[in-house]
């Protein structure tokens, strides 16, 4: 069983910035292809960027492209997600998935491990 911890999220004005991570309890968190997704109340499930185990290629939804930046660290198990120019509709519970197929994955279903959410709101 893969236990996946996000940590990072919380309360912050429009334009600023935050840092997600995804810590992984399985030093096998190389071999998994890595995602995060968001979910704002009354809304389905979003893909926003994923990560590629194999190749270290990267997908990213539209709606997120130049101002989020996924990345991940191996070495210390953990996944992050660099968020820039927030703004009021970023406001969701951010999750990180994992998989262990190659490439990108950018839909929900194909992600069999999730972490439980962090909160991220931006307000003024």
């Known amino acids: 069983q893969v236990t996946l911890v996000e940590s990072g999220g919380g309360l912050v004005q429009p334009g600023d910035s935050l840092r997600l991570a995804c810590r992984s309890s399985e030093d096998t968190f190389s071999t998994y292809t890595m995602g995060w997704f968001r979910q704002a109340p009354g809304k389905e499930r979003e893909f926003l960027a994923s990560i590629s185990y194999k190749t270290f290629s990267r997908a990213y939804a539209d709606s997120v492209a130049g101002r989020f930046i996924v990345s991940r660290d191996n070495a210390k198990n953990t996944l992050y997600l660099r968020m820039t120019n927030l703004r009021a509709e970023d406001t969701a519970v951010y999750y990180c998935?994992?998989?262990?197929?190659?490439?990108?994955?950018?839909?929900?279903?194909?992600?069999?491990?999730w972490g439980q959410g962090t909160q991220v709101t931006v307000s003024s």
């Open positions: 998935a994992g998989t262990f197929k190659e490439e990108t994955v950018t839909t929900s279903d194909d992600n069999p491990y």
